[in-house]
C-alpha cells in the first residue's frame, strides 16, 4: 500500500511540476511587461519549475536504475551501458526529432517566429551543439540531464558514505554559483543543475519521504512556504528550495485527499514538455491575428500546452508503432 502511494503522489508531483512549466511558457509577450497576475504566474513558476524537474528526475533515477534490475534485459542489474542506451533512445532521440520540428516549422513561418533560423549544416550542426541556441530551446533540458545519467559510475561512488555525501552536496553547491560559462553542450547549465539532480539522489537514499516528509507533512508545508518567502527576499536559490519542499509535501498531501488530481495529463509530462510548446505557439501565433481577450488566451496556452500533446500521444499509443513512440517518448504499449 505504501508502495502504490508514493508512486501515486510521486505522479501527482510531477503534474504540479508540469503544470508550472507550461504556466511559464504561456506569457503572451515580453515578461515584465504584460499584467501583474501574468507577471506572478510566470516569476512563480520560473522560482522553482526546473530545479523541481531536476530533483525529481535524481529521485526517480534512483529508484528505477541504481536501486532496481533491469526487466527488459533479463532481470539483470542495470549496467552503465545499458542506461545510457535506455536513456539515449528516451531523450536524445526524441530531442533530435523536436529539434529538427522546430526548425522545419521555422524555416517555414519565419515572418511568425521571434527567433530566425538558417539551414546550412553549420547552423545545424549549432543547434544541436549548442542547445540553448536550439530553434526549440527548451530542450536544454534534455541535454543537461543527460550529462547526469554519464556521470552514473561518480553517483554510484559518492553516494556510498554519508559524509562524502554531505561534501558533494557542497561542492555541487558552490559549483551552482560559481561555474565556468560553457554553452558547448550545455556544460554550465550541468555544473549550475547537478546540485538538484543529487538532492533527488540524496532524498531518496536517506529515505527522507517515509522518515520526514510523511510524518511531518504539514510542518513541511508551513517550512516550504516560509522558506519560499525568505528566498524572495535574499537568494533566489532559497526561493526554489522552499518551493521545491512546498511542492513535495503539497504532492504528500493531494494524494490523500485528491487522489485523482492532474489524472488527465500527469502520465504524460515528458511528452506535454516535448510538443506542448508547439501547440502555444500555435495558439500566440492565431492571437496575433485575432482580437481576442488576453486572459482567455493565455488560458488557452495553457489548455493547448498540456492537452494537446495528451491527444496526440493517445493516439499514437492507438497506432502502437514502436519507432513513433521512441520518438515522442513513449512506451510501447504491450498487448
Known amino acids: 500500500m505504501m508502495e502504490r502511494k508514493k508512486i501515486n503522489w510521486l505522479l501527482i508531483l510531477q503534474g504540479w511540476a508540469m503544470l508550472w512549466v507550461i504556466i511559464g511558457h504561456s506569457y503572451l509577450g515580453i515578461v515584465n511587461v504584460g499584467p501583474t497576475w501574468e507577471n506572478l504566474l510566470v516569476k512563480i513558476a520560473y522560482s522553482f519549475h526546473m530545479p523541481l524537474f531536476m530533483l525529481v528526475s535524481g529521485w526517480l533515477f534512483f529508484l528505477t536504475r ?5 526487466p527488459s534485459w533479463g532481470g539483470q542489474k542495470w549496467t552503465y551501458g545499458r542506461i545510457i542506451i535506455d536513456k539515449s533512445l528516451r531523450l536524445l532521440l526524441p530531442g533530435f526529432v523536436f529539434s ?5 516549422l521555422k524555416l517555414a513561418f519565419p515572418g511568425e517566429m521571434s527567433r530566425q533560423v538558417g539551414l546550412s549544416l553549420r547552423d545545424i550542426a549549432h543547434q544541436y551543439l549548442y542547445p540553448n541556441d536550439n530553434p526549440m530551446r527548451e530542450l536544454w533540458f534534455i541535454a543537461t540531464l543527460f550529462w547526469f545519467f554519464l556521470l552514473t559510475p561518480f553517483w554510484n561512488v559518492v553516494l556510498k558514505k554519508n559524509w562524502v555525501m554531505w561534501v558533494t552536496i557542497i561542492v555541487l553547491t558552490v ?4 561555474h565556468p560559462n560553457i554553452q558547448f553542450l550545455c556544460i554550465d547549465r550541468a555544473f549550475e543543475y547537478a546540485i538538484w539532480f543529487f538532492l533527488g539522489l540524496f532524498v531518496f537514499k536517506m529515505n527522507f519521504i517515509e522518515n520526514v516528509l510523511v510524518k511531518r507533512v504539514y510542518l513541511v508545508l508551513i517550512v516550504g512556504v516560509m522558506i519560499y518567502i525568505m528566498g524572495l527576499y535574499s537568494l533566489k536559490f532559497i526561493t526554489t528550495m522552499g518551493g521545491i519542499v512546498f511542492s513535495f509535501a503539497f504532492a504528500i498531501i493531494a494524494d490523500k485527499y485528491i487522489p485523482k488530481l492532474f489524472i488527465g495529463f500527469r502520465n504524460y509530462t515528458y511528452q506535454i514538455f516535448l510538443m506542448g510548446i508547439f501547440a502555444q505557439i500555435a495558439v500566440k501565433i492565431i492571437y496575433r491575428h485575432v482580437n481576442m481577450p488576453y486572459i482567455l488566451v493565455f ?4 489548455v493547448a500546452g498540456i492537452y494537446v500533446p495528451v491527444i496526440v500521444s493517445k493516439i499514437l499509443q492507438k497506432i502502437n508503432c514502436r519507432f513513433l513512440l521512441l520518438c515522442a517518448g513513449l512506451n510501447k504499449k504491450k498487448k
Open 299 to 302: 488560458l488557452l496556452c495553457v
Open 100 to 104: 529538427l520540428l522546430a526548425l522545419v
Open 66 to 70: 541504481l536501486s532496481t534490475i533491469n
Open 175 to 178: 559549483l551552482h554559483f560559481w
